[in-house]
């Protein structure tokens, strides 16, 4: 098992007066190398529940296990600069986080901290920079000069540079228009085959969880509400709309049909399911 | 980490002193800040320190938020103190060393510059933890507003001032956001020596600032699209109101002012 938090609990500012509840009791397993959403609406604890994954809060009691990192309240900073290493963290609007003179320099300068060479650090900045589908000659550019797009391919190849085992993507493709958010989406899954990642992404859109996720954990109010398949997520979508979540574009599509007189076996999630089970029911004379 | 900062920060509330007119709490409040000079004897102090004890139960809000409002300063206060302890001749030497030496003298004064700093800044922990941002700077430009006569621009100076105070929160976000990314790419912001650290600020201050002049930009593109013009007569949504409560607080530290002078000469 890659990560696992046990019994995990976060007070923010705790015995003060702005004393908050962030994480309640959370209990959760991601295996290696799988890939994991995080849903739930806005402020229902997904960012305060990832910043653990990499150190940045510590658990106000539990244990959160990532690979041979143990971190509870008494892990010290000390401690955490390998797993910061281990764990890539990509935030929202990670272009925010440039500053560097050069793309080339900004890649470089996780590598760098973590004690690479400087020859070291530039060769895996180039590589990461390919990675993420950047071209050379940006490279030695300001990356101020950059388009939002590409500044976040920047921000991101400065995370995967590092060499990361687990990759924590905080709503990745905010702000993209469809068409990059779906490139954005097929190089994360790319990433995570060729590098053996294990991959944590919070999202808001459903139908990346229903086209990437092999497990989804549902959020609200500072507790895990639900874990489980997209498929076991999705089965019952009057729940699904309750926690103020919407269901994927497909198995929504779906539900429409079913008025229509069409039946399905299960939910469809993707438009691939949905195509499969809809292939028998057509009338003939449509073709 | 930067959330724990209370100084200069609001805690909305209902009490009397809430509500008060914002003039009438800057005005009172400098004027309070001015009296605590005053102070001679223990008698003065006790009574002092007795009206901001009535001030802070009157604000409603719990102990630990002044607790903490001066927690920060703390420091700075002790280093005054112990300055004008070790510097300050006159009256009976009880130990010298060099130019340094502790006084009869220098003990009255340091435990006076202790005691009237406590009163100072309590008394402006008071007057941010109750009174709205916006209302402070609302309070500033009527209390600026005779100004006009030698065409200092009133309005443009409350408005910079209304922005700066609007925005503090938002950097604050935003730079706790950068620390966490930076963090994450492995910079250490609490480990190593002073250039280490020096060198830490970098990553964080230049996004910062790229984005709050990316910020300032998009604010004059939304002021100038919905009209502003600046020095224009303008009305107000928010029109302040003198009210009883007010008078009454005017009078209230006018006595205060009285007694304090009664009791110095005692």
Known sequence: MAITFDHVNYMYQPNSPFEAVGLSDVSFTVP?????????????????????????????????TVDDFQLTAKTTNKHLKSLHQHVGMVFQFPENQLFDQTVERDIAFGPLNFGFTNEEAMSLAHQAAHDVGL????????????SGGQMRRVAIAGVLASQPRVLVLDEPTAGLDPRGRAEMMAMFAKLKADQHLTVILVTHQMDDVADYADQALVMAHSNL????????????????KAQQLALPTAANFAQHLVTRGFEFDSLPLTAEQLAIQLRGQLPKEGR | MLEQLTLGRYIPGHSWLHRLDPRAKLVLACYFIVIAFLTTNWLTYVLMFAFIGGVIFLTGLSFSYFVRGIGPLIWLI???AILQLLFTPGGHIYWHWGILMITSTGIQTSTAVFLRFLLIITMATV??????????????????????????????????????????PTLL??????????RARGVEFNNGGLI???????????????????????????????????ATNRTRYRVLKWHNADTI????????NVVLVVLRHM
């Open chain 1, 32 to 64: 290696s190398e799988s890939f994991t959403a995080i849903i739930g609406h806005t402020g229902s604890g997904k960012s305060t529940l990832v910043q653990h994954l990499n150190g940045l809060l510590k658990p106000t009691s539990g244990t959160v």
């Open chain 1, 135 to 146: 071209p050379d000659e940006l490279l030695k550019r300001s990356p101020f000069e950059l």
């Open chain 1, 225 to 240: 509400i639900k874990a489980g398949t997209p498929a076991e997520i999705f089965a019952d979508p009057e729940w699904v």
């Open chain 2, 78 to 80: 002790v280093f005054t």
């Open chain 2, 127 to 168: 007057l941010t933890l109750t009174t709205a941002p916006l209302a402070i700077a609302d309070g500033v430009e009527a209390l600026l507003r005779p100004l006009r006569v030698i065409h200092f621009p009133v309005a443009q100076t409350a408005l910079m001032l209304s922005v700066a105070l609007r925005f503090v």
């Open chain 2, 173 to 182: 976000d935003e730079a706790q956001t950068i620390m966490n990314a930076q």
């Open chain 2, 196 to 230: 280490k650290r020096l060198r830490a600020i970098v990553p964080l201050l230049i996004p910062l600032f790229v984005g709050a002049i990316g910020r300032a930009d998009d604010l004059a593109t939304a002021m100038e699209s919905r009209g502003y013009q600046g």
């Open chain 2, 249 to 256: 607080a005017v009078v209230v530290i006018l006595v205060l």
